[in-house]
């Protein structure tokens, strides 16, 4: 059974989104979607901040400026944020860090592509992994499609149960 296209950018639920055109298959059941950015790290560099500050350092010697440009999107944690400004050692962000305080830290900026996270909510045990192919008009510099199991499925209740 195949789903119909889904968009690159779909989002998690509601109309045209991943969760509905998986529910239309009738081997699926009930699923929950979750759609993140995808993120990739900044190559060879490593930074450090400061809670309550808008300024990452670099501790290496890459050029920022050759990596990172005006509004993308980095990921520092948990935290997201936008950049305001970049220069060849330093990063200004749009807004406050409020994380901990890091000296060494792994930076990630978007991929500009998105991951989903389906968990089959109806389904008991291990389930088989989805298959993603590529569809009509695939294209761009580096498009992928990778299947991922985050966590295997619980095997069923069995034995005797007293309430």
Known sequence: ETTEPIDHDAPA????????????????????????LSKVPIRNELFTINTGEHILQRMGAIDLT????I???????????????VTVSTVTLNDTYNGPPANGAIIYKWAYGYE????F???VGKQSLLVG????????????????????????LSGTLQL
């Open 13 to 36: 639920d509601g109309m045209n989104s991943v969760e509905s055109k998986l529910k239309r298959l009738s081997t699926i059941g009930d699923v929950s979607v979750d759609r993140y």
């Open 116 to 119: 989903w996270v389906v968990t």
């Open 133 to 156: 192919s590529p569809s009509e008009s695939w294209a761009g510099s580096n498009p992928t499609i990778n299947i991922f199991r985050i966590r295997e499925g619980l095997q069923p």
């Open 121 to 123: 909510t109806s389904h």
């Open 71 to 85: 509004s993308d999107i980095i990921f520092i944690g948990e935290e997201v944020h936008d950049i305001a400004a």
């Open 66 to 69: 050759a990596a990172l440009s």
